[in-house]
Nanobody, 127 residues
Framework: QVHLVESGGGVVPAGDSLRLSCASPRSMFSSHAVGWFRQAPGQEREFVAAITRSGSNTAYADSAKGRFTVSRDRSTNTVYLQMSSLKPQDTGVYYC????????????????????WGQGTQVTVSS
């Protein structure tokens, strides 16, 4: 397991953009697949996006396709979630998660596929 720290959340109007960051101080983070999940009040945590260890493959929830982009920067042990055209229904606490993965593993879209979680960052989109 690794320690993950999310940042970049905030309050923005609908249509605006935010970039979330998920950082780890451990160099072993580069061998981890990473996913983003979100949880709205009173709702279950849901998958948003995922990226493989290599960064060459990604996966998105239907609600995120075309608006969100997940990427990683190995030089800083950081994974980003760029969110554009934000909607009020994107409001929630966003969590990043990770687990060690082999190079050929596909993106992990299930929450139970991860063993490390960050504390979450709040995203609020006003209408």
């Amino acid at each position: 397991q690794v320690h993950l720290v999310e940042s970049g959340g905030g309050v923005v109007p609908a249509g605006d953009s935010l970039r979330l960051s998920c950082a780890s101080p451990r160099s072993m983070f580069s061998s981890h697949a990473v996913g983003w999940f979100r949880q709205a009040p009173g709702q279950e945590r849901e998958f948003v996006a995922a990226i493989t260890r290599s960064g060459s493959n990604t996966a998105y929830a239907d609600s995120a396709k075309g608006r969100f982009t997940v990427s990683r920067d190995r030089s800083t042990n950081t994974v980003y979630l760029q969110m554009s055209s934000l909607k009020p229904q994107d409001t929630g606490v966003y969590y990043c998660a990770s687990r060690r993965a082999i190079l050929t593993a596909p993106p992990i879209v299930r929450a139970d596929g991860y063993d490390s979680w960050g504390q979450g960052t709040q995203v609020t989109v006003s209408s």
